[in-house]
């Protein structure tokens, strides 16, 4: 394919982002035409979903080679390394935890000062630690 006949596609989709006390919101415009939908809202813990991405994004800068170790890494993003090598465990949850962390239907035991302690790192045992950990009380009240 020659550099004449590519062609690109721009896609403009106009939204405001709305701060609310602890969470981020993404509203879209009304649409004149058409049916009116209803904003999906997440029950999503935002401080644990910035700390899931940090530790992915330090971990891929790791795997990357930008960084020889983690005392360089932290010297370059400037934050202690003690937290960033707690913060990298996070990569290690397994992949279920973490997808339903994202989707906002993580476990009631999952919370980020919990992740931030010590946890199994084998998976068989993440899901007995946290199906057995004492309970979150704004989980067990949506129960309810």
């Known amino acids: ?15 405001a982002i709305r701060r609310r006390p602890g969470r981020k919101m993404v509203v879209t415009p009304a649409v004149a035409t058409g049916p009116v939908v209803p904003s999906a809202q997440t029950h999503a813990d935002p401080a644990l979903l910035e700390a899931l991405a940090r ?6 800068l790791l795997d990357e080679g930008r960084y020889a170790s983690i005392t360089e890494m932290a ?8 937290y960033l090598g ?19 239907q993580r476990p009631a ?11 199994p790192t084998a998976w068989d ?8 950990a004492p309970s979150h009380p704004s989980q ?4 309810a």
């Open 1 to 15: 394919m020659s550099a004449a006949s590519a062609s690109s596609l721009t896609v403009r989709v106009p939204l």
């Open 55 to 60: 530790a992915f994004r330090y971990q891929k």
């Open 75 to 82: 010297v370059g993003e400037r934050i202690e390394r003690g």
């Open 86 to 104: 707690t913060l990298l465990r996070l990569t290690l949850l397994a992949p279920e935890m973490v997808e339903a962390i994202l989707v906002g």
């Open 109 to 119: 035991t999952v919370d980020l000062p919990r992740l931030m302690g010590p946890f």
């Open 125 to 132: 045992g993440q899901r007995l630690a946290f199906a057995t």
């Open 140 to 143: 067990s009240r949506r129960a």
